[in-house]
């Protein structure tokens, strides 16, 4: 069973920075893409950002410039790093990998942004 497991989110104040890590219990190379989404309250989950495996990475607009998807194969995690936060990035946010037969999801991570 795969398992993925998000750490670092908190509390930050608009215009901060906060990096969000998710660690893999399989090779984030056997899934076709790793993933980070969010969900609001009272809103669906979006997808954040994208990294496939040949580092193709993709952002929604909202966070395009800001938001930074990042992986590390050796230790088999993906980061999200977070700048220039803004109140309505306050969410849930959830690490997904997806393969071709299954996503899996992480227990997500509470970022609160405060003006």
């Known amino acids: 069973q795969v398992q993925l497991v998000e750490s670092g989110g908190g509390l930050a104040q608009a215009g901060e920075s906060l990096r969000l890590s998710c660690a893999s219990s399989?090779?984030?190379?056997?899934?076709?893409?790793m993933a980070w989404y969010r969900q609001a309250p009272g809103r669906q989950r979006e997808l954040v950002a994208s990294?496939?495996?040949?580092?193709?990475?993709h952002y929604v607009d909202s966070v395009e410039g800001r938001f930074t998807i990042s992986r590390d194969g050796a230790k088999n995690t993906v980061d999200l790093q977070m700048n220039s936060l803004e109140v309505e990035d306050t969410a849930v946010y959830y690490c997904?990998?997806?393969?071709?037969?299954?996503?899996?999801w992480g227990q997500g991570t509470q970022v609160t942004v405060s003006s």
């Open positions: 990294i496939n495996n040949g580092g193709y990475t």
């Open positions: 399989e090779s984030i190379f056997t899934f076709n893409a």
């Open positions: 997904a990998a997806q393969s071709r037969m299954s996503d899996y």
